[in-house]
């Protein structure tokens, strides 16, 4: 058969390149004899062809991926600097006691807020420039850069998932290091609200 209007896709049912009516099979390297009619099983096939692997050498890191994994080690020092100095307040008519609001919503807590919602931004924006160097590499339907959206770490599990599939034995790094970052923080965190917790014991007991 030709090897005209070669798709750039592993092997699977496409439309006839000679201008039939319904679809041939191409098997990744020339167009084939079989042929199908349009819109049968084969369309599976068609819709989601073959992500075909790429080169042993292909970059299929690069610095946007590591950069988007190690953005929550920028916020890490201020979160952990965050000391709120619990204070209790009696309200109501009964003198009900609690937490006064202002020792919790400092400028500092703002300051937090405000730096995670950056990173956000900025991991979104790094996600789409990575989704298009893949592109580039030669990845073929990558892992859509909008579900980075729901959190970076979405985004870096499925990407990783998908480079290993082009890229076998390879690609699972950002994931191992985001574990190790996401067990890290988790350590940090228990300890804070073990001391956060600490605090609020002793202002209510200080109350009584």
Do not use: C
């Not at 998908?162 to 574990?179: C, E, H, M, S």
Request: a positive charge; aromatic letters at 12%.
């Amino acid at each position: 058969m030709s090897d005209g209007s070669r798709p750039e896709v592993g092997p699977g049912w496409y439309p006839d390149p000679e201008g039939g009516p319904g679809t041939r099979w191409w098997d990744g390297v020339v167009w084939t004899a079989p042929t199908a009619p349009a819109g049968g099983p084969q369309a599976v096939a068609m819709a989601n062809p073959v992500r075909p692997e790429l080169a042993p050498g292909a970059p299929i890191y690069g610095a946007l991926i590591w950069v988007i994994v190690l953005l929550p080690l920028v916020v890490w020092p201020l979160t952990l600097s965050y000391r709120p100095k619990f204070r209790i307040i009696e309200v109501g008519p009964s003198g009900t006691p609690t937490v006064d609001p202002s020792s919790i919503y400092t400028p500092q807590y703002i300051a937090v807020l405000l730096a995670s919602l950056a990173l956000y931004g900025v991991s979104v924006l790094l996600a789409v420039a990575d989704y298009r160097r893949l592109l580039r590499v030669g990845v073929v339907r990558p892992f859509h850069w909008a579900w980075s959206f729901l959190s970076s770490p979405v985004y870096v599990i499925g990407r990783s998932v998908i480079v290993r599939r082009v890229a076998p034995g390879r690609g699972l790094w950002p994931v191992w290091v985001l574990i190790l970052i996401e067990v890290v923080g988790l350590v940090l965190s228990s300890i804070s609200a073990v001391g956060y917790f600490q605090q609020l014991t002793d202002a209510l007991q200080s109350q009584t």
